[in-house]
């Protein structure tokens, strides 16, 4: 995938999103201040710090994630 799309999406919205690879695999990113795009290299920190380097020619999409529902106690707001 072209890293300018790829760019703009980062600085779109703070959404949670994933990038779908060539190869099947997902890598999740749980805010877009935890990529970084260089020309031939997607760098992505995940849980517990784990670092995933990604050749953008093997992103084939970027799919938005739904939103996080809230942990409710079950009490509702006054």
Not at 19 to 47: E, N, W, Y
Not at 51 to 72: F, M, W, Y
Request: glycine letters at 6%; aromatic letters at 6%; a positive charge.
């Amino acid at each position: 995938m072209n890293t300018n799309l790829i760019r703009e999406r980062l600085h779109r919205d703070t959404k949670p999103f994933v990038f779908s690879l060539s190869d099947g695999s997902r890598v999740p990113v749980a805010h877009p201040d935890f990529a970084a795009v260089t020309p031939g290299l997607i760098v992505v920190v995940g849980k517990r710090y784990a670092v995933t380097n990604i050749d953008p020619l093997h992103v084939v999409a970027i799919e938005e994630l739904p939103p996080r529902k809230s942990k409710s106690n079950g009490k509702r707001a006054h």
